[in-house]
């Protein structure tokens, strides 16, 4: 078996119709609902991918003696954030095989929320940005109980108005192939991952 027998095909055809498959997810939601669980079924499904996982801003003092931010009007946790996001979108661009585990939603929904300025530039980001390629997956619950809190959370209280500002970020997204989840099972306990998996990838499963 050669390499490309190996590879997944980025583009079928149903119908006589040109689907293109997507080569990058970006894997967002509130802490606690499984998004690391999910980006490795995805891996264990689709094959390699690099993964990169966004995490807190850091404090780092380049940003504090480089720039003047009574100059800029921007703080330097917005600075970093700013090029963080500005590089996702460069990789985004690539087209190359990734997994982002928390993305460009989360700068919106947090920045409001613990930063004090406003993360909707990434919507012009976004905007500029070939995304055809791009899943976007958003993780909820309808059911808060089955969340425990891990401690690591910005503000674990918080989760339901994070959530309801997730789905406006989401909604105002203009990623084209986007897909929101209930990891919740209708019975107080999560969704098993494999169902989950396949609400993910449910159009490529039945391509057959």
């Not at 980025?10 to 509130?30: A, C, M, R, T, W």
């Not at 802490?31 to 499904?45: F, P, S």
């Not at 500029?128 to 969340?147: A, E, G, I, M």
Request: with cysteine; hydrophobic share 35%.
């Amino acid at each position: 078996m050669s390499y490309h027998d190996c590879v997944i095909p980025q583009n079928d055809y149903k119908n006589g119709v040109l689907i293109p498959k997507p080569s990058q997810f970006i894997i967002e939601g509130v802490d606690r609902l499984g998004k690391t669980t999910l980006v490795k079924n995805l891996l264990n499904t689709l094959g390699y991918h690099l993964v990169i996982h966004y995490s807190k801003p850091e404090k780092l003092d380049f940003y504090s003696t480089k720039f003047d931010s009574s100059v800029l009007m921007r703080s330097p946790e917005e600075c970093y954030q700013r090029e963080c996001n500005a590089n996702m979108f460069k990789i985004i661009e690539s087209k190359a095989n990734i997994i982002f585990d928390r993305g460009n939603l989360g700068e919106i929904v947090y920045a409001q929320a613990y930063r004090q300025y406003s993360g909707d530039y990434v919507h012009e980001l976004e905007r500029n940005t070939d995304t055809d390629h791009v899943r976007l997956v958003l993780l909820t619950t309808s059911n808060f109980d089955v969340c425990v809190d891990d401690g690591l959370s910005h503000n674990f209280d918080n989760k339901e108005l994070e959530q309801a500002r997730f789905k406006k970020a989401f909604d105002n997204s203009s990623i084209k192939d986007k897909i929101l989840i209930d990891v919740h099972d209708g019975s107080g306990n999560f969704k098993k991952p494999e169902e989950i998996l396949k609400e993910v990838l449910k159009f490529e499963l039945n391509l057959q």
